[in-house]
Every structure is written in C-alpha cells, then in structure tokens.
C-alpha cells in the first residue's frame, strides 16, 4: 500500500495568509475571507439585505 502520503508532507498553508486582508473599516480587524472579494467584512459591507426593517410582516411558513 504505497500512497505516497507523509506526515509533515503537506503544501504550507501560508497561502491563504498571502492575502492578509483585514476589514477597512476603522476599528475593524475582521480578517477578510479569500472568498470575500470586497475589502470589508459582511458586517460593514456596504451590501445591506433587504430585511424585515426590524418587523416581521408575514410569516413565511405560514
Ligand atoms: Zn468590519
């Protein structure tokens, strides 16, 4: 059974650490996900669901 697997064989994973990228927000230090390609994070994004405004109007379930 020779898989070619080793312990301590693993690619570093310094990679993701390469982006560095923290929230832009002032006070915020949010590391940014790889996947986040804005340069906030979801709380200050400028993205902002369409919410309920504070009130639920209608249940959904029902
Ligand atoms: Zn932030």
Redesign the pocket.
């Known amino acids: 059974m020779t898989k070619g697997t080793r312990p301590g064989h693993l690619p570093p994973a310094s990679r993701t650490e390469d982006q560095g990228r923290v929230?832009s927000?002032p006070g915020?230090h949010?590391k940014l996900s790889i996947y986040n390609l804005s340069d906030?994070?979801w709380?200050?994004a400028e993205i902002v669901f369409p919410n309920y405004r504070g009130k639920r109007l209608v249940d959904p379930r029902s």
């Open positions: 929230c927000h915020c949010t906030r994070c709380q200050h």
